[in-house]
């Protein structure tokens, strides 16, 4: 019962949550003494972490990150079985795998990440994946 409340409950909180923008960082860039930004300050990069938290075959809801032409997203999943789909902004399919991926944006807009859990499983299926765009 504690199980079923505690899945309840962070499907809720992730169904709540908002799109992630990737836009540029609200903090002033740094320049070196030539008044140059370095190539590491270049390469901000902003990671974040989600859970999901899927009975067998349950889809989890389409995760929403947008993406500057140029910008790279990296999905790195773990868990029991994390197979999952990403979608361009036409909500077309542009990979879909269990292994960590790099995807470049061609043009602004949003990609979708989706995860499925197998049939296969009887319990929940635990995914951890964590998102760097760069």
Partial sequence: ??????????LALLLSGAPVNASASTHAQVQDEAGRVTMEQQKQEKQFTK??????????????????????????PRGSFANYTVYNA?????WSGTTGIIIKADADGY??????????????????????IQ
């Fill in 1 to 10: 019962m504690k199980k079923q409340l505690l899945s309840i409950s962070m």
């Fill in 90 to 94: 036409q909500n077309k399919q542009i």
């Fill in 51 to 76: 859970y999901y938290y899927l009975t067998p075959g349950q889809l989890s809801p389409k995760e929403a990150i947008y993406l500057k032409k140029g910008q790279e997203l990296r999905i790195s």
């Fill in 111 to 132: 990609r979708y990440v989706q995860f499925q859990a197998p049939y296969s499983y009887e319990d929940q299926n635990v995914i951890v994946a964590t998102y760097t």
